[in-house]
T-cell receptor, first 115, second 113 residues
Framework: AQSVTQLGSHVSVSEGALVLLRCNYS??????LFWYVQYPNQGLQLLLK??????LVKGINGFEAEFKKSETSFHLTKPSAHMSDAAEYFC?????????????FGKGITLSVRP | ETGVTQTPRHLVMGMTNKKSLKCEQH?????MYWYKQSAKKPLELMFV???????ENNSVPSRFSPECPNSSHLFLHLHTLQPEDSALYLC????????????FGPGTRLTVT
């Protein structure tokens, strides 16, 4: 079984500031981890994913995330926030391909960016 | 059209109405999914179809009835819904049901009055 915890529902940062969105997971098998972004009135778009190999993964729009097995975390960061980053962000976990490949999502975090 | 499309984008229906949501994927994928997204709750997987066969029904009430006539099209037939069924319904597709990467449509915003 898998689960995802995204603490808090809203993060607000100033334009140009560091973005840090936290995600912790639990999984009974080696996890595959994902961050999705949802802009208003749109579906979910994959930002980045970790499957195997390098634990620091880079995604689109300057975002990156680091898989830390010892902390069961997969936090999303971006060095400098842009107004266009305002959206809802979802962390998700799945097992390896096959029976455990179902995606389990967190509740999501709304990111606001102040001018 | 590219990617995953959904129609209608918005739907208001009464509790006694019958309506259908449509999803179409233009990615050549073989698996399709229905999710329910309610405010401040995790996305809930409703149904999974792989090569037109339903492989998962996540304890969804029978007032929701999916149909997958082919690998490119997925429908969700709605009948005698409740106000708590109001939500954003998202369709997704992937190369196969075992694939880890899903592509999402823009969703249908459903309001049940």
């Amino acid at each position: 079984a898998q689960s995802v915890t995204q603490l808090g529902s809203h993060v607000s940062v100033s334009e140009g500031a560091l973005v840090l969105l936290r995600c912790n997971y639990s999984s009974s098998v080696p996890p595959y981890l994902f961050w999705y972004v949802q802009y208003p009135n749109q579906g979910l778009q994959l930002l980045l994913k970790y499957t195997t190999g390098a634990t620091l993964v880079k995604g689109i729009n300057g975002f990156e995330a680091e898989f830390k097995k010892s902390e069961t975390s997969f936090h999303l960061t971006k060095p400098s926030a842009h107004m266009s980053d305002a959206a809802e962000y979802f962390c998700a976990v799945s097992g390896a391909r096959g029976a455990n490949s179902k995606l389990t999502f967190g509740k999501g975090i709304t990111l606001s960016v102040r001018p | 059209e590219t990617g995953v499309t959904q129609t209608p984008r918005h739907l208001v229906m009464g509790m006694t109405n019958k309506k259908s949501l449509k999803c179409e994927q233009h990615l050549g994928h073989n698996a399709m999914y229905w999710y329910k997204q309610s405010a401040k709750k995790p996305l809930e997987l409703m149904f999974v179809y792989n090569f037109k066969e339903q492989t998962e029904n996540n304890s969804v009430p029978s007032r929701f009835s999916p149909e997958c006539p082919n690998s490119s099209h997925l429908f969700l037939h709605l009948h005698t819904l409740q106000p708590e069924d109001s939500a954003l319904y998202l369709c997704a597709s992937s190369q196969g049901a075992a694939s880890i990467e899903q592509y999402f449509g823009p969703g249908t915003r459903l309001t049940v009055t």
